[in-house]
């Protein structure tokens, strides 16, 4: 399987090649050359299996001529060793099926709390095992708006040779995710705090990359979604939750980098029946608005009691607009440079048809997050996270049929505990795992937004 990049500029890649460069060289995004096809068969098949076997089949599709399969198999077994739930992303109904049946696939059960872990989990270990193949050293700087940074140190922290940044954006992460960072003990990982919203973080990770000097001397890579190996590992559990319904379902997704939902249309295009694909997000609704509207442009950036959807430069955006053009590289080049200047792209009429027929969208605000937590709390009794709130909320918009619904839920109420007391007026409790970083010693360093600072402060770190 060779990759090739959204840009059309990049020369045909590994899958170890695609994994440790996160980012194409021409600035765009990997893709499969092709995608891998299941047949209907193949797919009923999985239903009852554990969800390491369809992991594997999966993933072996895109990494099999970089993987061995005992070494494919090893490391989806341990990575999923830690989850705290055996079915790794369990279906729990939220609504009967007399009202349009409505189930949440949890997929917060791994050691951060976030459904970020799924992917991260196994990426640490193929980074590893890639990287100790290949020799030499790699920087991994990430920017996160809340998840991906603790969910990359849980992964990567201790391993050798891979020296790991994360930027959050200071004080627009809730404090356990802070902490869940900060209180890393081991030596590789650096946190900074950002004076900026998630967007200039995500922005200067990008600009570090476009020094290619720079990136080059300290062999910068991400593992941000932009790592198509993150997508990858999560379009799995859209093939094991239609196996286990049996029958095809909508799927409603919280919203932010478009790193989740788009690996939802990797499954469709590699053969899954998934009648449609529903982005949901919070009052940063620059997605909502390019399906809407057909302009896909950034606004002002909010903070909103949903902070790991605080968004908005939706990066995986990127693959799917290639996807629609017909897989036009150089339209898409063109498309994300113009972007990148006047922070304006008008959809062109043929890719807009193309995506509204895999995509709907609804944006919620945070007086809706609330009300949904607190109704579905007191309907069943399920305490939910601000951000699975942002899709329920959506999921709740769509007339009832008879086509199941999946929502996907992408954090433990326990790592929102402010929201979820607005909400349900008492505290959604915390699991040990949780509880533990509220009482280590924190790390972390605040920097300006700037480009030379954020190079020098890396470069200080990285000296022996
Ligand atoms: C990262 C995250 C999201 C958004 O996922 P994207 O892939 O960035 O769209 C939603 N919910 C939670 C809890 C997250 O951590």
Redo the contacts with the bound molecule.
Sequence with gaps: MQFISTRGGAPHASFSDVLLAGLAPDGGLYLPESWPQFSAAEIAAFAGKPYQVVAYEVLSRFAGESFTADELKADIQAAYAGFESPAIAPLRQIAPSSNGSQYLLELFHGPTF???DIALQILGRLFARALTRRGGKVTIVAAT????GSAAIAALGGLPNIEVFVLHPRGRVSEVQRRQMTTSPHANVHNVALEGSFDDAQGLVKDLFAQTEFAQQIGLTAVN?INFARIAAQAVYYFTATAALGKPATFV?????????FAGEAAMRMGLDVPRLVIATNANDIMARALNDGVYASGASHATL?P??D?QV?S?FERALFEASGRDGAWTAAAMSDFAKTRKLVLPAPVLVALRARYSAYACNDDDTIATIKTVAAETGQVI?P?TAVAVHAARRIPASATPMVILS??HAA?FPDAVTRAIGRDPGMPDGLKKVMDLPEKLDILPNDLSLLRQFISNRLAP
């Design positions: 976030a459904f970020k708006s809340g998840d991906t979604s997704v919280p919203t932010g980098n478009f790193g989740d939902i949903s790991s959807m968004i939706a995986n996270d951000h992408t954090a790592k």
